[in-house]
DNA sequence: CTAGGAGCTAGACCCGGCTCTAGGTCAACT
DNA sequence: AGTTGACCTAGAGCCGGGTCTAGCTCCTAG
């Protein structure tokens, strides 16, 4: 007698969510549920646990910044049920790719962030120590590498 | 008798920076460069080496997904010159926690991504080995805690 | 002299991904 | 009876960050 799958509204399914109703709506425009949403009788979305459960893959994937189409794309091959793994694990793997890549050149970017955190904090320790003026390093650097982020470009400001 | 800061031309900029000329007008425009761009005699936009430098320092910021008007205020203090150092360390130790962040969230949505991954692969294996339907878990399972990706509510599909 | 190519300005447009509004239905309180 | 409050639809609006266009001025080469 135990509600096995608890109808929820969409107020609720935004609050465990973190999706805004307006979210979820738009969500299921594009097409990116499994299944067509319910309508209790009154004409309101219904959701089940499994709508939520998908729904929190789906809030992954885009905070990994998949892309609305590839994420129906996705949405798509599940509904379409088993038989087309090769394509679903081709997906994620590209997805996968596309993150790591992310994550690389973000490490990347922290190198100068960090860097240039640095300086400044030398700067700004060297001039509470001893009360009088900095002297910011302003020579210019060209920079013409720049995958390892360059030491030299990085100097100048 | 060597050129110490050659001239450069939009469009050498944008060869040489990878931004559009487009976009160096627009950056300009918002005010992220140190000095005012100067022109030539003819009107058109003179680029200093200094420039190019500061270009992918910008270019690295915005990699990392500084908001422009953040570049802007960056921009704005060392522009200012030395003495605001405090300042533009905050600045950075601010956006470094925003990268580190996103970083972290970006690798534990790959968590779920793997995981994906992995299941789609044992099945295309699976299925390659020996040659009978494939029997997909469609077992939907529920979603409370979230933060190290947990087990169960990623398996369906 | 004329055609191309690079630049110029101001401003329109685009894209992704929501977010919000207008105008309405319904059920539940007071 | 009236007021919330949650929901509905269709469609407009917004934001960030560019991108592109129109219409113009130059310079250079053929």
């Given at each position: 007698m135990v509600e096995i799958t608890p109808r929820l509204s969409i107020g609720q399914v935004a609050e465990r969510t973190g999706l805004s109703v307006h979210a979820l709506r738009f969500y299921e425009n594009e097409g990116?549920?499994?299944?067509?949403v319910r309508r209790g009788a009154d004409g309101r979305r219904v959701y089940s646990e499994d709508d939520v459960a998908w729904l929190t893959v789906c809030i992954i994937l885009r905070a990994s910044d998949m892309p609305l189409p590839e994420l129906r794309r996705y949405a798509g091959l599940v509904r379409e049920g088993t038989g087309n793994e090769e394509e679903r694990l081709a997906l994620m793997r590209e997805h996968e790719a596309r993150v790591t890549g992310r994550i690389g050149r973000l490490t990347e970017s922290l190198d100068l962030i960090r860097f240039k955190a640095a300086v400044y904090e030398d700067i700004v320790d060297q001039g509470s120590a001893a009360a009088h003026d900095c002297h910011g390093p302003s020579t210019a650097a060209e920079g013409e590498e720049r995958s390892p982020v360059r030491r030299r470009e990085v100097l100048a400001e």
């Amino acid at each position: 007698m135990v509600e096995i799958t608890p109808r929820l509204s969409i107020g609720q399914v935004a609050e465990r969510t973190g999706l805004s109703v307006h979210a979820l709506r738009f969500y299921e425009n594009e097409g990116l549920f499994l299944t067509p949403v319910r309508r209790g009788a009154d004409g309101r979305r219904v959701y089940s646990e499994d709508d939520v459960a998908w729904l929190t893959v789906c809030i992954i994937l885009r905070a990994s910044d998949m892309p609305l189409p590839e994420l129906r794309r996705y949405a798509g091959l599940v509904r379409e049920g088993t038989g087309n793994e090769e394509e679903r694990l081709a997906l994620m793997r590209e997805h996968e790719a596309r993150v790591t890549g992310r994550i690389g050149r973000l490490t990347e970017s922290l190198d100068l962030i960090r860097f240039k955190a640095a300086v400044y904090e030398d700067i700004v320790d060297q001039g509470s120590a001893a009360a009088h003026d900095c002297h910011g390093p302003s020579t210019a650097a060209e920079g013409e590498e720049r995958s390892p982020v360059r030491r030299r470009e990085v100097l100048a400001e």
